[in-house]
């Protein structure tokens, strides 16, 4: 089992970025696949989830609106689309996939900064 990341750096506030997770060795679209987040010093975060059949989504208040994650079964991908960036968006960005049983991904770091 893979959750490959990609996508993180770093951006200027207002700015936009969009994460990649390439998910392999599980029934991918069977899978709810969420992003978290951990900033230096604290736990970590839900930032947003889809689920598997209904591709319904939740967000975190704190990225609603700016955020939109997405999924391709087809290519076994979620994404996380992040416009509007701010320097407290700052955090190491995980992929998670819950199927029968849980998996993460490696980690990506997104740094907001001027």
């Known amino acids: 089992v893979q959750l490959v990341q990609s996508g993180g750096g770093l951006v200027q506030p207002g700015g936009s970025l969009r994460l990649s997770c390439a998910a392999s060795g599980f029934t991918f679209r069977s899978a709810a696949m969420s992003w978290y987040r951990q900033a230096p010093g604290k736990g970590r975060e839900l930032v947003a989830r889809?689920?598997?059949?209904?591709?319904?989504?939740n967000y975190a208040d704190s990225v609603k609106g700016r955020f939109t994650i997405s999924r391709d079964n087809a290519k076994n991908t979620v994404y996380l689309q992040m416009n509007s960036l701010k320097p407290e968006d700052t955090a190491v960005y995980y992929c998670?996939?819950?199927?029968?049983?849980?998996?993460w991904g490696q980690g990506t770091q997104v740094t907001v900064s001027s």
């Open positions: 998670y996939a819950y199927s029968s049983t849980s998996y």
């Open positions: 889809i689920s598997s059949v209904s591709s319904s989504t």
